[in-house]
């Protein structure tokens, strides 16, 4: 007998065929019960070698023996007359096809119900649209994608707080950093932080990632144990755990080691060896301790957080002077000091300058450092800077992919789209694209409601400034915006309480109490401007914003000699010294000088302090110089006849036109330059356009008009009747006002 018969008669085939089709389903079966136990990974793999290794030994075992109606025998014992093997035979022939039948149902049941059961808990985030300014609807796929929620502090100790949110924060900057992995960006994050009941297909879903990385820390002395964990979201299967304990000299090891795990699970392109992990760029613990101080402080976003950030930024860095992180950081820094108001420009600008400079020696192609460099040039524009301004939105909107998780960036070169260069559309579009990484980003919400409002969406607008204050309840910027929002509109109760709870979010914000003392002089109540500007005083003596309110205060209270000295002062100042209180100490000056009829001496004293604002054929290099341009053409038409200051302001309107400059393109503007040109119908309209927005927004916008400058204009009927409409409005108001401040709430 051959060899293959014989191993036929032995049953060995069948045996084999058997083997294979329980062996399968068995896997089949194991998978599915272990996922829902969360084993690891490599549990699973080991059975399967053994199980391969067991093919084998089964067919070694079919030649070997047979099973006889006495039990089972060696072959070589067994009687060839006395062979049982057809019968054996034909039992296993029913036994393969019976578990054949069972393997059919199985893949029939996975097929068609448990992968459409998965199906739909699988968040809608494999694919997602991402409108750029050349193509509106490109597919693009995501690739793995994971959210880092903030790690769980064991330690029993609340100052250790910030330890645990600081190694967070890394992990999610070094995964950030991996090309083909998509991070949730830390806003949205940490937004589940103290919420223990939000369940891992919630957080998923509301963040648009497939893996969920948690953990904990407890430190303990110098050392530290950490426990992290990446789990599938859609099924709850945790795909890899790992406990870490160390001594705490050991973070940066346990940072990188935790990110090169994750990394690898998720198959990124670590796996083929080319990209590193990037890392905290120090050694010294110290530093880095000091560092996430910094940086919990920073997140909170008040007056008081800041300022304690910048402090512990500085402590790091003397601690570690080449801890590139901590100057970004600190850089970032100053930037939202002067967005709140806590520092002026000037003193932004030079401290920006100097790290940055710092950054771009050490590391030339620092992405980070770029774009903040690139916004430092956006604050420094001038009216001539329009090429300028585009060059620089072009190469932030090329950065931004680059530095995904950056929110803030996003929202800055955002407001440059729209307002600076007048994209307001691709400000929106770069915005959305941005919820794709940080969906609940309180910054992201709150830039597209101010884009909203430019296009004159406002019940988008509003929308998105109350989801802001959703998603960061904390934030005084918020209230803030809303209370803009409300002024705009018309409802100037609602623009005050909302103001309140701006001031009551962050009481050490001069800024705040500098805007409601500006509101109640505008509104007529000198009194209650005066208890707030006081508390501008106790809060930030020597701020710009308390200059300013000096002038509110005199034009407030109606005493013309004093504004005009006040206003005198300021403009001759220093240009270091007259930054953000220069516009309104110009127009009032030149408001109250021309009502004077003292509009010669006002102009002389302009040209005196600036020659070069005569020539009108050009526009200066500032800002400031070319406002003085347009107020001294303004106060010579109370001295000069008409034709030569048509002649003069031609040329000067020619240039702001050609520059492209978006403050010259509003009603009131334009208005002027028909005034100046000669064309009163179309000053009339354009003044009547000017008059039919609320009043609520511009208070004293009546006030302009009773200058000698718009006689013309003023005596128009219809611009006579807006003026007096207005100051009933004014006066219903200031009632309403009065009634509002008996409230318990006011007068705490």
């Known amino acids: 007998m051959s060899f293959f018969k014989e191993l036929k008669r032995r049953n060995v085939f069948r045996v084999g065929i058997a083997y294979v089709v329980v062996a399968w389903l ?7 019960v272990l996922e829902s136990f969360g084993a690891p990974p490599w549990f699973m793999r080991s059975l399967l070698v053994v199980l391969a290794a067991g093919l084998p030994l089964a067919l070694v075992f079919a030649w070997a023996f047979e099973m006889t109606p006495e039990g089972l025998k060696k072959e070589k014992d067994v009687d060839r007359s006395q062979s049982v093997t057809n019968q054996t035979g034909r039992k296993l022939d029913r036994m393969i096809i019976g578990i054949m039948a069972v393997v059919i149902a199985f893949l029939v049941l996975d097929r068609f119900v448990l992968r459409d059961e998965i199906g739909n808990t699988v968040p809608a985030v494999e694919t997602q649209t991402v409108e750029t300014a050349e193509t509106a609807d490109p597919v693009v796929e995501t690739g793995p994608s994971v959210a880092v929620l903030p790690f769980v502090n064991m330690s029993g100790d609340t100052d250790n707080e910030y330890f645990s949110d600081g190694l967070t924060e890394t992990l999610l900057h070094m995964l950030a950093q991996l090309p083909e992995l998509r991070v949730a960006a830390r806003t ?4 589940f932080k103290d919420k223990p009941d939000a369940g891992i297909e919630e957080i998923s879903k ?11 820390v407890q430190k303990a002395g110098n050392r530290v144990r950490i426990t992290a964990q990446l789990i599938r979201a859609e099924d709850g299967f945790h795909v890899w755990s790992q406990n870490y304990d160390r001594i705490l000299e050991d973070i940066f090891a346990i940072q990188d080691e935790i990110a090169k795990d994750v990394a690898g699970v998720l198959d990124a392109t670590l796996l083929d060896g080319g990209v590193d992990i ?10 880095y301790d000091t560092y996430l101080r910094a940086m919990e402080q920073q997140a909170i976003g008040s007056y008081g957080s800041l300022s304690t950030a910048e402090s512990l930024f500085k402590q790091a860095l003397a601690t ?7 100057k970004l950081g ?4 100053y930037y939202m000091q002067f967005n709140t108001g806590l520092i002026e420009k000037p003193q932004m600008q030079q401290a920006v300058a100097s790290i940055l400079n710092q950054v771009r020696e050490e590391q030339p192609d620092n992405r980070l450092a770029r774009a903040l460099e690139l916004i430092a040039q956006y604050n420094q524009w001038s009216l001539t800077d329009q090429e300028t301004m585009r060059a620089v939105a072009d190469e932030l909107q090329l950065l931004l992919p680059l530095l995904p998780s950056e929110s803030y960036i996003r929202g800055q070169v955002a407001l440059i789209f729209a307002f600076a260069i007048d994209q307001p559309e691709q400000a929106l579009k770069l915005l959305d694209a941005g919820l794709m990484v940080d969906p609940l980003s309180a910054e992201i919400y709150a830039q597209r409601g101010n884009v909203y409002a430019k296009l004159e969406q406002f019940e988008k607008a509003r929308e998105s400034y109350l989801k802001a204050i959703e998603l960061d309840p904390l934030d005084p910027n918020h209230y803030g915006r809303m209370a803009s929002y409300s002024a705009q509109r018309g409802d100037v109760i609602s623009a005050f309480k909302w103001r309140l709870k701006n001031i009551e979010s962050d009481p050490q914000d001069h800024e705040i109490a500098g805007l409601m003392a500006r509101s109640f002089y505008e509104w007529g109540l000198p009194e209650e401007g005066d208890r707030w500007m006081e508390r501008v005083r106790a809060l930030a003596p020597n701020s710009d914003i308390l200059q300013r309110l000096l002038i509110d205060r005199a034009h407030a209270h109606g005493n013309a000699d004093e504004l005009i000295a006040i206003a005198q002062e ?7 010294m007259r930054h953000d209180a220069f516009p309104t100490a110009l127009f009032d000056y030149r408001l109250y000088m021309s009502m004077a009829g003292r509009q010669k001496e006002a102009c002389d004293f302009l040209v005196g302090l600036r020659p070069e604002i005569t020539s009108f054929e050009q526009l200066p290099g500032d800002m400031q110089g070319v406002l003085m341009q347009w107020v001294t053409l303004e106060l010579m038409t109370g001295f000069l006849n008409p034709q030569e200051v048509k002649d003069k302001w031609k040329p000067f309107a020619e240039n702001l036109r050609q520059n492209g400059t978006w403050w010259f393109d509003n009603s009131m503007s334009h208005a002027i330059d028909f005034l100046i040109l000669g064309d009163i119908d179309s000053a009339v309209e354009k003044a009547l356009e000017d ?15 009773e200058s000698p400058f718009w006689e013309p204009v003023s005596s128009n009927p219809k611009v006579a009747a807006r003026l007096s409409e207005m100051k009933r409005e004014k006066q219903q108001v200031h009632k309403q006002l009065i009634e509002m401040l008996q409230g318990p709430e006011w007068n705490q």
Not at 278 to 287: F, G, K, R, V, W
Not at 320 to 326: K, L, R
Not at 571 to 576: D, G, M, Q, R, Y
Not at 691 to 705: M, N
Request: aromatic share 6%; charged share 15%.
């Open 206 to 216: 509301a963040l648009g990632v497939a893996h969920i990385l948690e953990g904990s």
């Open 330 to 333: 600190l850089a970032r820094n």
């Open 320 to 326: 570690d002077p080449g801890f590139i992180d901590a």
């Open 691 to 705: 008059l039919a927005q609320p009043l609520s927004s511009w208070p004293t916008r009546g006030d302009d008009y």
């Open 278 to 287: 990037p890392h905290i760029e120090t050694s010294n613990l110290n530093a």
């Open 26 to 32: 068995v896997a089949q079966v194991l998978d599915l």
């Open 570 to 576: 300021m403009i001759a100042a220093p240009a270091s």
């Open 188 to 191: 949205s994050s940490f937004a």
